[in-house]
């Protein structure tokens, strides 16, 4: 059975995940929701309040409501056009996912304020080990192969993982 695409959300600071091939294992997100105080969260701003609700939509599974509160915030803020990019690479919108990624810029503030990262997590053919993509230098560059239609085990080789 092929093991599809998913996104680990990893709860700890960016600096301390890196981008690695590792044995592939069952994981469940449920902990890892972006907390807002209710009274703060008023006075965020609409693509502020669409990124969380985005992100916390991916958490529960809800991918297609995910993807639509993402593509509100894609536009101003890197997080969430990485994530939008991400869920569409999952949903097999490749194409799309594509296109956010063109001339994309960094930003990782928002994913540093909360600690929590999003970890896209490409099975190897074997099924037994995995392409970790985290938000690092060398991620953005595994993303962008995987993109162009390379294997996961490709990214890996070029890469030197």
């Keep these: 059975m092929k093991k599809e695409p998913s996104i680990l959300i990893y709860k700890r600071h960016p600096d301390k995940f890196k981008t690695q091939v590792a044995p592939l294992f069952e994981f469940d997100n449920i902990e890892t929701y972006i907390e807002i105080p209710f009274e703060f969260y008023l006075e965020l701003p609409e693509e502020e309040k669409a990124f969380i609700e985005g992100f916390n ?12 509160e993402l593509a509100k915030a894609a536009s101003k803020i890197p997080e969430a ?60 560059q595994a993303f962008y192969y995987i993109l162009e239609g390379k294997t996961p085990e490709d990214v890996a080789f070029l890469l030197g993982l």
């Design 57 to 68: 939509k991916y958490i529960d599974g809800d991918i297609k409501g995910s993807r639509r």
């Design 81 to 140: 056009k990485y994530m939008f990019a991400v869920v569409n690479f999952i949903i097999g919108k490749r194409r799309e996912a594509q296109l956010l990624m063109a001339d994309f810029r960094p930003e990782w503030k928002r994913f540093i304020q909360t600690w929590r990262v999003p970890v896209l997590v490409v099975p190897f053919q074997s099924g037994d080990k995995a392409l970790y993509i985290s938000i690092d230098q060398k991620g953005l």
